[in-house]
């Protein structure tokens, strides 16, 4: 049996997200489905599963039976062919735990988006980021730790997980960010930073890079070939999820560091009103 996702943010004014579930060479009649209470790292039941807006499957002979079991679990009866099921998720979620989707970025966790099939936890699986349909997000990039296919860096295409728990495991933003790379230890590290802010970039990066650079020392090792940071710039708020290979991290956009602001020319015109006497 061999899963591929499909992801789209196919109506970011109506904030949903479109997934497809593709199911090939299927090896039983009936598989179940299920979406995760809980996210890695956050101790919390979440009940990602009420954002399911609806769901369907069919094959080439047409739609196949999906019975709901509880709030987050549906059995697919299969008739031995590949088999896909679609839905769509609501994601109006600005954290780093859930899903959130608008007009300028898509942002989600695995657990909050894609469905597990019991059974094929072990088993590696494809995951394909797609664009939003039109315009709207033709200079949209992908910032994710998830492993490339045949994407292009930063880009849209295919990409794959080892099993469930590492599909789950790598959040993803999609849109417009600013992507600050760097390397510790000649391992590479990016950080992308959705939203308005006025960073000071070359400031962050010599900071980024001499504090992950003592966090490897202290443990003396670093065992990772990359790792990102995913920062989402907000007016007012703050929150961090951490991940094998990344970190989701929320924060004021006043919270980075600020570019310093040039000293005023002493001889310049002024506006003050000039004195009277």
């Given amino acids: 049996m061999d899963l591929t996702y499909r992801v789209t943010p196919a109506e970011p004014r109506g904030h949903l997200f479109h997934v497809e579930l593709v199911i090939a060479h299927p090896s039983a009649d009936e598989v179940i489905l299920s979406m995760p209470a809980w996210i890695p790292g956050s101790y919390m039941i979440r009940d990602f599963a009420r954002n399911i ?23 697919l009866t299969l008739r031995g062919q590949t088999a896909t099921v679609r839905y769509r998720v609501y994601a109006w979620d600005l954290s780093v735990r859930g899903a959130h989707l608008d007009t300028r970025h898509a942002y989600f966790n695995g657990a909050a988006l894609l469905l597990r099939v019991a059974g094929q936890e072990p088993h590696p699986c494809t995951v394909e980021l797609l664009p939003p349909p039109g315009d709207s997000g033709a200079d949209w990039q992908i ?38 790379p760097f390397s510790v230890l000649g391992v590479p590290h990016r950080m992308a930073i959705s939203g308005r802010h006025h960073c000071d970039e070359s400031r962050l990066r010599r900071d980024l890079t001499r504090i992950c650079t003592e966090q490897a020392a202290l443990f003396g090792e670093l ?50 009103k000039p004195s009277e006497g």
Wanted: proline share 11%; net charge negative.
């Fill in 53 to 75: 807006l609806d769901i369907a499957a069919a094959d080439a002979t047409g739609p196949l039976p999906l019975d709901k079991r509880d709030k987050q679990t549906w059995a």
């Fill in 143 to 180: 910032a994710t730790s998830l492993q490339p296919m045949d994407a292009a860096p930063l880009g849209f295409g295919r990409y794959r997980a080892d099993g469930y728990e590492d599909l789950i495991d790598h959040p993803v933003e999609m849109g417009r960010f600013s992507l600050i």
């Fill in 223 to 272: 065992p990772l070939d990359r790792y990102l940071f995913l920062v989402a710039a907000v007016g007012d708020g703050y929150g961090g999820l951490e991940h094998s290979y990344s970190t989701s991290l929320l924060c004021s956009r006043d919270d980075l560091p600020q570019a310093p602001v040039p000293p005023q020319n002493p001889g310049a015109p002024t506006t003050d």
